[in-house]
């Protein structure tokens, strides 16, 4: 998947550098520059996947074997070796990077206490405090070393390991070149910082692996973790890794214990659904084979690859097929938007530019049409643009007050849209509500109802749809009008204006279609309201109302729940509309004064000079020629793009 990606990505950075060499495609607001930066955002371009799992789980050995091929970068204990933030990025050297905690948060440390009122300070850092000089030399900054001594900022005997907030490692693992993987702490880690950078990372991801031990199969610590910190994350994103199965006395036993979690109640509809993919591994194996290739191998790896060999993971440890599935959802999620962007933006360049030289030919033909004019008919153009000159700029303002009239429209069906998609999912949610028959049912399942609701009816989606339909009505309805209109009060040449007006409104038109169309398939979007959803159940469940088992208080929280969502919804596509809105009527206008302009000049150069001469006519001529070879060769070169990039 992701050799197929990559395969495309270069065809289309191939094709940028061909667009700036060529030049051909250069026109308003798109130069070399612009072209060599789309390139440089596609090439930086990287996919974010992060893990999670609670310790001993090998979430450690797990990441070794996917990203490192097996070689043991992160050192794997039963202590919480990486019981930090871990960024691993792509470098052709390997080193580490630790960043220590600013001197604030190293104070509001002192002063945090857990929800259970447990000092995080006295009791989590001040015990593991080896070296008490390194707080004033430390904190604020950040330390470069080798990748071999991590343990001493990540392991609980580590010299700064209790400074440490983050650290990076750098490796020159090919998966890296285009992947930043995030190893998350523990899932009992109680320190907020920590906490608060781990949800950030999970809601960047393109893909989030959870690592649970198969010795205690996603156990009450892994609901909670995943509903904490991945409830807000679309299930399409989400992969269970259940690992050390070669700790089980058969794979057909962790099956089966897979099949029989499925069947509780407190699973249903929530980790599992639909969408959910589970891998088994023994990630194990490479690890060992790693070393055994580099003939590292002690009495402990020779006593697991036994293990191993004898339950049939020591060839297969699965995590192969895990490295394909995370290949697969980081495309499926991220990549192919990205990749289809990119092209949609390459083939756009060509639209632009063929609008622009229409304009331009469209403009010397209009020369050649008024030089063929008598004085009378010149006489009495200029007189109808002095007379009508008022009335052009005042059927400006009409225009832009009808638009407005449109986009309010446009607003109306998207409120509408809104209240009808929500309206079912409320309806649902209620049903669903009243189903179940007590407060532990409603505890475990609700928050999980209303995300499997939201994505299964792709309610953004749908309503983006609605707006992005009765956008390109309206425009391309309004575009045809002002055309009229304008024709009819200059009486100037309607191919003119036609071009002009398509040529001014380009980009704000594709801006605003690309937009909304983002906000379509915008997995962000959808998290980003889920997210909302989630602090806003925490909130109420930590209240008395989640502790009294009345159905009608919780249907009333269930509507102010999702009167919130809708308001996120409606506004940020309304927004969007609103916002391009301007532009295009500005876009419109300026049509419109360029034409009036260009067309005043002409007549008075006839006026003043007398009809032109047959050398001039014959050098228009000859220009409109070479744009119509133009065309030809911008056509041309299009074809030989498309066919390079789809």
Not at 85 to 112: C, G, H, M, V
Not at 255 to 282: C, G, H, Y
Not at 301 to 312: A, C, I, P, T
Not at 379 to 390: D, H, Q, V
């Amino acid at each position: 998947m992701l050799e197929n990606f990559n395969a495309k990505k270069q065809k289309l950075l191939d094709a940028y550098a061909r667009l700036a060499k060529s030049g051909l495609v250069f026109s308003d607001g798109l130069d070399e520059n612009t072209l060599k930066d789309r390139a440089s955002k596609l090439e930086n371009e990287e996919f974010i996947l992060a893990i999670a799992g609670q310790m001993k789980a090998g979430k450690s050995t797990l990441l070794n074997a996917l990203v490192f091929g097996g070689e043991p970068i992160l050192p794997a204990d039963d202590t919480p070796l990486t019981a930090k933030i871990t960024e691993i990025r792509y470098a052709k050297q390997p080193k580490l990077k630790a960043n220590f905690y600013s001197k604030d948060e190293w104070e509001t440390l002192k002063t945090y206490k857990d929800e259970n009122g447990r000092e995080f300070f006295k009791n989590d850092i001040v015990p593991t405090i080896k070296d008490k000089s390194v707080e004033a030399r430390g904190l604020g900054t950040s330390k470069e070393d080798k990748i071999e001594n991590l343990g001493e900022y990540v392991a609980n005997k580590g010299l700064y390991t209790p400074f440490v907030k983050t650290v990076e490692i750098y490796h020159p693992s090919e998966i890296l070149r285009q992947l930043i993987v995030v190893d998350t702490p523990g899932t009992n880690d109680s320190n907020k910082f920590r906490s608060q950078v781990t949800l950030d990372w999970i809601g960047r991801c393109d893909a989030a692996i959870y690592a649970s031990y198969a010795g205690r199969m996603l156990d009450e610590n892994d609901y909670k973790f995943i509903t904490n910190y991945l409830l807000h994350l679309a299930s399409s994103k989400r992969i269970i890794a259940v690992n050390k199965i070669d700790t089980a006395n058969s794979e057909e036993e962790v099956k089966s214990d897979l099949e029989r979690i499925k069947q509780d109640d407190k699973f249903k509809d929530t980790i599992f659904n639909d969408k959910s993919k589970f891998v088994l591994t023994a990630a194990l194996a490479d690890v060992i084979k790693f070393k055994e290739k580099n003939g590292k191998l002690d009495e402990d790896d020779e006593f697991y690859k036994k293990k191993l060999v004898k339950k049939g993971f020591y060839e297969n440890s699965r995590v192969e097929e895990l490295r394909e599935l995370v290949a697969k959802k980081l495309v499926e999620n991220k990549g192919d938007d990205l990749i289809a962007s990119h092209t949609d933006f390459i083939m756009q360049t060509f639209e632009r530019k063929k609008r622009e030289i229409d304009d331009r030919r469209a403009s010397l033909q209009n020369a050649l049409n008024v030089s063929v004019k008598s004085n009378e008919e010149i006489e009495a153009s200029i007189k109808k643009i002095e007379a009508n000159i008022e009335q052009i700029y005042q059927s400006q303002n009409e225009l832009a007050n009808e638009f407005d009239e449109r986009i309010s429209d446009i607003q109306d069906e998207i409120e509408g849209a809104t209240v009808d998609k929500f309206e079912k999912v409320r309806k649902f949610l209620i049903d669903k509500l009243y189903s179940y028959n007590s407060i532990n049912d409603i505890r475990y399942r609700i928050e999980w109802d209303v995300k499997n609701a939201l994505e299964d009816n792709a309610i953004f989606k749908e309503i983006a749809k609605v707006a992005r339909e009765s956008l390109e009505e309206n425009i391309e309805a309004f575009k045809y009008e002002v055309i009229a209109k304008f024709e009819k009060i200059t009486g100037f040449d309607q191919t003119l204006i036609e071009n002009r007006v398509n040529h001014k409104t380009f980009t704000s038109v594709k801006d605003m279609q690309d937009q909304v169309s983002a906000l379509a398939i915008s997995n962000r979007t959808v998290e980003n309201a889920l997210s909302d959803s989630t602090r806003f159940w925490q909130r109420w469940f930590d209240t008395e109302k989640g502790k009294e088992n009345y159905k009608a208080k919780l249907s009333s929280a269930i509507q102010d729940n999702l009167a919130q969502i809708q308001n996120i919804v409606k506004d940020k596509i309304k927004n969007v509309v609103s916002q391009n809105a301007d532009e295009f009527i500005n876009g419109i206008k300026t049509a419109m004064r360029e034409c009036e302009e260009e067309n005043r000049k002409l007549y008075e150069e006839i006026s003043v000079k007398g009809q032109l001469k047959s050398t001039e006519v014959a050098a228009i001529k000859e220009r409109i020629k070479d744009i119509k070879l133009e065309l030809e060769g911008l056509d041309k070169f299009k074809n030989e793009i498309e066919t390079e990039i789809k």
